[in-house]
């Protein structure tokens, strides 16, 4: 178009260094762009606002069906727990709530979760009806006095932020070959150690979710039920690499290891503390 109508002498590199000088380095950049749909950020709470969600998990070659990893995480620290079933029901999810109050230093106020059979008996399309409150799960929170929040129908992003959480545990599941349950398992839990006291987030200004909790308990301390303290290695986990001193002597480890430097940009070295 300008050698048939500007300048019929005009060089490749002389059109591309005028389009340059005037802001145009890329003709894609001159195509309007069509506006992102913005995605707004999860309402500020305090700590004790929980999501949970059910992930599957891959079955090995020992096990004759498939796992269930259900996982909870706070809003406010970033604290994260998990635990793995061998059934996604509402008495497994019952166990998990109680392990969670157990485990978590916060006074849990409310658990926000999806309309899964095992977590309501709320019902959409048209066997429509609302939540009870005689299901097995809301029971136990009758009984802990735990607001039970439900996500509104085919909205999965209002429980994004374990989604997320689920996400990076799809990456650990896709950098390992697993040789057993028993070492997902370990590994699943190794790594939810590592998430929750060494690796920092950059929503909480590159702090930990337990260096954030105990921050928290400074500010609110009546919002805590037990003081977040840095737990130490489990003996139990030595016998899948994890030895004393630090050294990862199982492959899989060493696969974790890279997994933090390369995909998460975590570099610092870990060191297990022996028990």
């Not at 005028?18 to 380095?25: D, E, I, K, S, T």
């Not at 048209?126 to 909205?155: N, V, W």
């Not at 909790?213 to 986990?237: A, H, N, Q, S, V």
Request: hydrophobic share 35%; net charge positive; glycine share 6%.
């Amino acid at each position: 178009m300008v050698r048939e109508f500007l300048r019929t002498h005009v060089s490749r590199s002389g059109l591309d260094r005028c389009l340059r000088g005037h802001g145009f380095g890329n003709l894609r950049d001159m195509k309007a762009k069509e506006p992102r749909p913005k995605h707004s950020a999860f309402k500020a709470y305090e700590p004790g606002y929980i999501h949970i969600d059910v992930k599957y998990l891959p079955q090995m070659q020992d096990e004759t069906k498939r796992r269930y990893l259900f996982a909870a995480i706070d809003r406010a620290t970033w604290w994260a727990f998990i635990r793995v079933f061998n059934a996604k029901t509402a008495a497994n999810a019952r166990r998990f709530l109680r392990d969670l109050g157990r485990a978590c230093p916060l006074r849990i106020r409310t658990i926000l979760t999806d309309n899964g059979k095992e977590f309501t008996d709320r019902h959409f399309g048209r066997r429509k009806r609302a939540a009870t409150g005689a299901h097995e799960f809301d029971t136990l929170f009758t009984a802990l006095d735990i607001e039970h929040r439900l996500t509104p129908p085919k909205s999965p992003q209002t429980n994004g932020m374990v989604e997320r959480f689920n996400g990076r545990i799809e990456e650990v599941l896709q950098s390992h070959h697993f040789r057993s349950g028993e070492e997902l398992e370990a590994t699943l839990h190794r790594y939810a150690w590592l998430y929750n006291q060494q690796l920092p987030q950059s929503v909480l200004d590159r702090k930990t979710p337990l260096n954030a909790m105990k921050d928290w308990r400074k500010i609110k301390p009546e919002m805590f039920k037990k003081r977040p303290y840095y737990l130490t290695g489990y003996d139990k986990y030595a016998r899948y690499g994890v030895m004393p001193g630090g050294a990862f002597s199982y492959p899989p480890y060493l696969t974790l290891f890279r997994l933090f430097e390369n995909v998460l940009g975590f570099s610092h070295a870990f060191r297990i503390v022996p028990v």
